[in-house]
């Protein structure tokens, strides 16, 4: 791929019956200097540092009988667009993404640019080093319910997943209205469940409270959680935008992670025609934003992002940067511990092993759900086979009973 | 339609080989309670009021050989949301949006919680009033290109525009770099033109610039702008979030229209199976979170939001509403004199005629351009035709020359 460190470049999927050639130059031209050709000389100089670059036109398919699609690579010069998402994502695909079938696929920012983003202040080691876990995949668990319990119930179940030897827990990203149970009342009590806990077994625990409000306050809302004690952030990014995200990590008085929710991305990454692919979106966006760790669906449930999106998104979180650091990849949805060897193979040492119904559904309980996937996250790590951990443990024999193993 | 003022009801496109009725169902418990069979009574009764319900299936190709479709309408109760944008999309739209081929086709908010939200400070009504304008559509321009342009050449470019007798004139979306025109001295400037064009013609117009920076500065900064005699400002709604719109409307200090361009939307609407619809996005989310002008594609251009779409969209925007003024629909992207019987048909008396290229491409210029539109809009409100028109006016002739009339 040729690049340069003066522009930024976007590579688009683009499905029609034109000239590719055509539609690449009028795309580099249209959406920077707005016209060229008819331009006077001495214009063109003035112009010619904000001009837009064909890099590459790729014909996929030349010859067949489908749709002819191809990839369109074009350069935007870092001088039109200031370091933020917003103005990137409307000068590569602004206007361009009314423009017909037409998906952006990847952007290639360079490093004067990607610098003035914040990537995560502690992506995969910093959570391992609060955690103090180093040799495993992280486990974490899901309230099955959060709206309308009050805080003595939630409290219960936080201790359940406790006890289950989680490592992290978090809200529903639906809780918003938190009337019986506030948000600085949930800090408070499951923060002291976690100092306990820690106190009498050594293991820590954090909890991801859901950052919810206008988004004119959401940065002071952090601080203040922060300050309050709370000991991680959820962030529903999509719907809130992923500036804000950027300027939450970018806070140096917000000194606590950032697991963004993929709530809302849906709308943007499945079409193979339009929007965003899910590696670019929920992979390099959220990992420069700063989210330290990043939810997306993992390749396994009934409906699931395809295998290869969801090993490059997790890619595009992890892969060696000089700028930032990895973020932790957490596949969810239909999460069982069966799946666990598969997820290890898939997803190598780091990331995140988050289940829901794959806890709280096991047939003696949440508690004995949690110890299921410890056991099984113990197992691979020490390459022994579910098969012979599960001889040890009757939480994960019960398990693999209920939902098998892959 | 049931509805029903506890719930805000949203509508789905689903496509798949499932039990639509089970697929609702599990929708409404799924995103609100969690789970509902295997809760013991006590506990159902409280949490009846946070359970969502199944409103309506309509399969809509039984027996066809098309992969099968159907509506759901699932009612979701206004005690889970907060009174804002991520709150609501999140709930009908976070975890489900990702859940296979679903699209959001329309939101039905109750009363009870529209009136939390802005609105239009403006509207139709107000923009009219500011304009001194009530008995045409009126017309807009925007800059041919503002990156790179010192002030000089903008003022330039801004006379032209005005000379042309346009309404509005608006900055390119994508200008955010504006190290050699920044937006204090845009506005000082071109405020100042709007004034003297005042005092020697009576003619007003608004000049909307386009807002950017940091979302957590948006706002002191619309302030700032609006403080400094800006007359309109220019919002990428899309990629800042719908809150940071919400929360700028509603501000009492921003006194000046908001105009909403629809950069980046194109992510969402375009596909039959994915994402929101554009009705539902540009159309009536827009207008609640207090957009007094709405940009959008026009049915008209090479590439173009089919047209039931677009007028259902403009729709939105304008019909009667007891809580929020209308607000002004502008169909935008290859708009040429000769579209404005056509776009008057389409589109009634309220409306913005947007032109970029039909203006500043005209034989004789962006002055002639401008004056060729406000010919063609004179005759289609006096009910005369364009080549009656065309007989008193060299340069609407001129434009139909190079473009022809629909």
New interface residues.
């Given amino acids: 791929m040729t690049t340069d460190q003066n522009y930024v470049t976007a590579t688009y999927l683009v499905h029609g019956h034109f000239d590719f050639y055509k539609k690449a130059q009028e795309i580099a031209i249209g959406?920077?200097?707005?016209?060229w050709t008819d331009l006077p000389n001495a214009k063109k100089e003035?112009?010619i540092?904000?001009l837009g670059k064909v890099i590459e036109v790729k014909v996929l398919n030349h010859n067949s009988d489908e749709i002819p699609q191809a990839l369109l690579m074009i350069g935007y010069p870092l001088?039109?667009?200031?370091p933020?998402?917003?103005?990137i994502?409307?000068?590569v695909?602004?206007?361009?993404?009314?423009?017909?079938?037409?998906k952006?696929i990847d952007l290639h920012i360079p490093d004067s640019l990607l610098s003035q983003f914040p990537g995560p202040r502690f992506g995969i080691d910093g959570i391992r080093r609060l955690l103090g876990v180093h040799d495993r995949p992280l486990l974490m668990s899901i309230f099955?319910?959060c709206?309308?319990l009050p805080i003595n119930e939630l409290e219960k179940e936080y201790q359940n997943q406790i006890d289950g030897q989680v490592d992290l827990i978090k809200d529903?990203?639906?809780f918003?209205?938190d009337d019986y149970a506030p948000v600085l009342k949930r800090i408070a009590t499951f923060e002291k469940q976690n100092q306990h806990h820690k106190e009498t077994t050594g293991k820590k625990v954090l909890y991801a409270v859901n950052l919810?409000?206008?988004?004119?306050q959401l940065?002071e809302k952090a601080k203040h959680l922060s300050d309050a004690g709370a000991s991680c952030l959820l962030l529903?990014v999509a719907?809130?935008?992923f500036?804000?995200l950027?300027?939450i990590a970018a806070d140096p008085d917000v000194n606590i992670p950032i697991m963004a929710?993929?709530?809302?991305?849906?709308?943007?990454y499945?079409?193979p025609?339009?929007?965003?692919s899910a590696p670019l979106l929920l992979g390099k966006l959220m990992r420069l934003s700063g989210a330290d760790i990043v939810l997306f669906?993992s390749p396994y449930g009934s409906?699931a992002?395809p295998k290869d999106e969801a090993l490059n998104l997790a890619k595009q979180l992890k892969y060696p940067n000089k700028i930032h650091r990895p973020a932790f990849p957490t596949p969810s949805?239909g999460i069982h511990p069966g799946l666990v060897p598969t997820l290890y193979r898939d997803f190598g040492d780091h990331f995140i092993v988050n289940a829901g119904g794959g806890i709280h559904g096991h047939p003696q309980g949440t508690s004995a759900g949690g110890k299921a996937f410890t056991d099984a996250i113990q197992a691979v790590v020490s390459g022994r086979t579910l098969a012979e951990a599960a001889e040890d443990s009757a939480e994960l024999r019960s398990a693999i009973n209920k939902w098998g193993a892959l």
């Fill in positions: 959406l920077t200097v707005g016209s003035q112009m540092p904000h001088v039109n667009m200031n933020d998402i917003p103005s994502l409307t000068t695909f602004g206007k361009l993404s009314m423009d017909g079938q037409i952006l099955k319910q709206i309308g529903d990203e639906i918003f209205r919810t409000g206008p988004v004119t940065l529903n719907p809130y935008g500036d804000i950027h300027r929710h993929p709530a809302f991305t849906g709308s943007f499945p079409s025609y339009y929007g965003l669906p409906v992002m949805a």
